[in-house]
């Protein structure tokens, strides 16, 4: 039995993931991929929202891409064969850590970028828009996809935007605002295709009501994330191996991690270990000074 992890910033998100990959690992979900026909999946997830609200806060800091790396190691020693990062803010501390593992990490909105430039390429004077609802993912989301107008050779354009008070409602508990403030957002873009660059916001596409293409992450990451499952042929996409990120003009990418671990301790994570049928949760003892898993 295959086992996937997973490394959440958005408490929710844990059931969201869950329910979509135990609809894929029924009795046809992996029929199509070589190797898996039959199986079914074993789930455990780690959510750590302290890395997110870090980001928000502070940017990816040292401490973060370092927590972001324990994390990795962690699922990969749990015997984890793939993971997925559902957090767009974190992926590429995700991919800069992911180097030193032997199995694929897949970033949720890695699936997504490419899709959009293919589909803004074939278009006159292409532009894609990028709406979040925090500053911390324009950085990660707008080089990911500025990697992929490179990488396809288009001459796309990007510009992102943050969608003003969107977090703040969603944090308030109130799901409908957010929800509307991101589907106004979508309908005054001026653009060819439209990324929303949480998964979080995945919902609030589906009431937008507009012509243009409007791209979310999860149904791509999880897709991407049981492809990276199957054996690699001797020809394997560049898309599956673990790779860093160059500098585009969206920024520049955080630092490099050099296998330094924080020095002072975080607030220990929730993890919720799965199995195919049921989502038990639990809490994590306190970590140890260096934010290392027990």
Excluded: K, Y
């Amino acid at each position: 039995m295959p086992t996937v992890g997973l490394l959440h910033t958005v408490p929710a998100l844990a059931a969201t993931f869950d329910g979509m990959l135990a609809a894929a690992s029924g009795s046809s979900g992996l029929s199509g991929l070589s190797g898996l026909s039959g199986s079914r999946l074993d789930r455990e997830h780690v959510v750590d929202a302290w890395m997110l609200e870090t980001a928000i806060r502070e940017g990816v800091t040292p401490e973060v891409e370092a927590r972001v790396a324990s994390h990795l190691h962690h699922l990969a020693a749990s015997g984890a064969d793939a993971v997925l990062v559902t957090c767009s803010s974190i992926g590429e501390a995700a991919e800069a850590a992911a180097l030193g593992l032997d199995i694929p990490v897949v970033r949720v909105d890695a699936a997504m970028a490419a899709e959009a430039v293919r589909l803004a390429g074939g278009l006159p004077a292409p532009h894609i828009a990028v709406l979040a609802t925090n500053t911390a993912t324009l950085g990660p989301t707008t080089r990911l996809l500025e990697r992929e107008v490179a990488a396809q050779g288009s001459s796309a354009t990007v510009a992102a935007t943050v969608v003003e008070g969107a977090a703040s409602a969603r944090g308030a508990g109130d799901q409908q605002t957010h929800d509307r403030l991101i589907a106004d957002a979508v309908r005054a873009a001026d653009a060819s295709v439209i990324v929303l660059a949480q998964a979080s916001m995945a919902a609030a596409a589906e009431g937008a009501g507009v012509d243009v293409p409007v791209l979310t992450s999860p149904e791509g990451g999880v897709a991407r994330l049981l492809e990276s499952l199957t054996p690699p042929g001797p020809a394997a996409p560049a898309d599956r191996a673990n790779r860093s990120t160059p500098p585009g003009p969206g920024g520049p990418p955080p630092a490099s991690l050099g296998g330094a671990l924080p020095t002072t301790p975080a607030p220990a994570p929730t993890t919720t270990s799965t199995h195919p049928s049921d989502l038990a949760q639990h809490a994590v003892s306190d970590l140890p000074p260096h934010g290392d898993h027990p």
